[in-house]
DNA sequence: CATGAATGTGTATAAATATACATTTGCGGT
DNA sequence: ACCGCAAATGTATATTTATACACATTCATG
């Protein structure tokens, strides 16, 4: 019988190849390739391997190996006080929000707003020093507030 | 009755501050919220939000908010398919629509629907890749989105 | 060699999660 | 205002996934 290893590997390699969507589907697969164990076994080696279920569009669900790479590189946010001493005011009417920058900043900061994909920002536009954020239909400005606040801390303090 | 956009808010809330394991763990503090939902909207909420399944060391498994930095997966250097494969979502919010596309495409884009001078959509303003668009007063969701269809033909398959 | 600890696995089942179906709700169109 | 349709949700259940328990295997050690 083929190593515990060797199934491993195949696990991965066959779940970065397709999109599975249940445990029984990939057990077919492994049984096809000569692998003989149980769906319980298949279980356990998926939490061993950290594999994760994920919604997906086109399946349902799908299986996933972890991420490698990195999120967010923390070099380029870390200046000191970057972005927040570049943050003047920001003021909210109905659905929109209106930040204000110091001059040529706004692109910039935009950007890190949006690297975050907020649930509750639909998106942004940014001139030379001014954003403005379409929220989402339905959330309050505070929902919004807060939401920033946790990517910038002290905002809140800038509301007008 | 609290909303269903309050209720997604939540749900994103709590997974990204504490470690869930189980969606009746998660239901309970919903429900200690305020929310009353049974656990059937709870895995359709969670599919709808992509939260993941994950394996975790100390808990067994806990849910996870999806990684917000895989928003521009492939970046092609063809022109084949232009405009619709520059594009990759658009949303409603009151009279207004966020259209998402691939960096540094957002102003060519709203030139394009800018050409066809659409009844129902006043104008556009483009960052890089967001396009804010600005519906006339009383048309529907629908009635853009049908309007934009027919110069973007599959743009409503990209309505999140 | 005997022994026990650690690991691996299957079986059976519990637990967790997804969904088909029915019902309700809310909104856009006429 | 009314109608029709799509979205949202609950109920009941199917499907999927995790695990308790028992047994087997390996390996280090007295």
Redesign the pocket.
Known sequence: MKS?TQ?LIAIRQIITEKKI????ELLTLLTEQGF??????L?????YLKVA?V?DNAT??RYEVPESGNKHPEVEYTMEGFPMNRIDSIEFSGQLAVMKTKPGFANSIASVIDSYGIFEVLGTIAGDDTILLINRDGVSKTDVANALDLILPGLKTKIL
């Open positions: 515990k199934r969507s249940s445990q029984d003989q164990i149980t769906q319980a076994t279980s356990r080696d998926l939490k279920k919604p349902g669900y």
